[in-house]
């Protein structure tokens, strides 16, 4: 009697599911959970805890060894230690970029125009390097950007003027500049201004968190739920694959002085770290 009515429940379960349609897209972009969507997020959930439990595994294997915070295992169990993930990483045609943004309340510091003073270096896959100094106040200096330069460089250290590396991985940076800054905006390659300031500054960033992991630290639950809306196949998969992108943020603090012509500041910043490879 249990056997058939748990037959019946369960083939009255399959109708109800061959027969409902699957969801029109949002704003015709967006996916809504489809019929097959709670099976899909399980098989996910289960997929994502082996990971997980395989990644905890060798974690507390490499601990054993070593119990410093380079040591520690990161990623979908694929062993990246930190000071590995710290390092440019050997991808040739991917992205691989380290940022700091950095912000102090207008009143704490007086060489802020507005609530935020941010620094920005990129590295992408042409080693393409920008560096930006942003929203520093003053009569003739409204926000001095440097010219952009191309080099190919496999390590964090050192582009002309502009030296960013790192002491301890994932606890402490090292970013200095001694060179020119071009004062004001430059939106427009044309129209850019041919005033140049003498700018130099050397801040050491410290953490005072844990890095947050996109591969790892995110909830199951949730990549299941992003997962299981879309449409599984060949081609989504081998597109998952294609552009998956490891990223990790932390916040710190980044303090030290700040001389632009003859004005001279020390500051004291809070700054969100992150890297994406």
Not at 40 to 50: A, E, N, S, W
Not at 116 to 143: D, G, M, P, V, Y
């Amino acid at each position: 009697m249990i056997v058939a009515c748990i037959c019946a429940l369960a083939a009255i379960v399959l109708c109800i599911v061959f027969l409902t349609r699957e969801p029109e897209l949002k704003a015709g972009v967006y996916r809504l959970p489809g019929r097959w969507g709670w099976l899909k997020r399980i098989i996910f959930c289960v997929v994502f805890h082996l990971r997980s439990a395989k990644k905890h595994t060798q974690k507390t294997a490499s601990n054993r060894e070593d119990a410093s915070l380079s040591s520690r295992l990161t990623g979908y169990g694929k062993g990246h230690a930190y000071d590995e993930m710290e390092h440019p990483q050997p991808l040739s045609d991917s992205i691989d970029w380290i940022r700091f943004w950095c912000f102090v309340n207008r009143i704490l510091c007086n060489i802020l125009c507005q609530n935020h003073f941010c620094f920005i270096k990129t590295l992408n896959q042409k080693s393409q390097i920008s560096w930006r100094c942003q929203e520093l106040a003053s009569s003739s200096i409204n926000s001095p950007r440097f010219p952009v330069h191309r080099h190919r460089c496999k390590s964090f250290k050192r582009w002309t003027c502009l030296s960013l590396n790192f002491l301890e991985p994932m606890r402490r940076w090292k970013i200095s500049y001694s060179g020119k800054l071009r004062a004001g905006m430059c939106n427009k390659i044309v129209d850019k201004p041919q005033e140049f300031v003498e700018a130099n500054f050397s801040f050491t960033w410290t953490a005072f968190s844990q890095p947050f992991n996109f591969d790892t630290d995110m909830a199951g639950t949730l990549l299941g739920d992003s997962i299981a809306r879309e449409q599984w196949g060949q081609d989504f998969f081998q597109r998952l694959k294609d552009n998956h992108q490891t990223h990790y943020e932390q916040w710190g603090e980044l303090r030290g002085r700040l001389c632009l012509g003859n004005h001279e500041e020390l500051l004291y910043l809070q700054c969100v770290r992150d890297h994406s490879f």
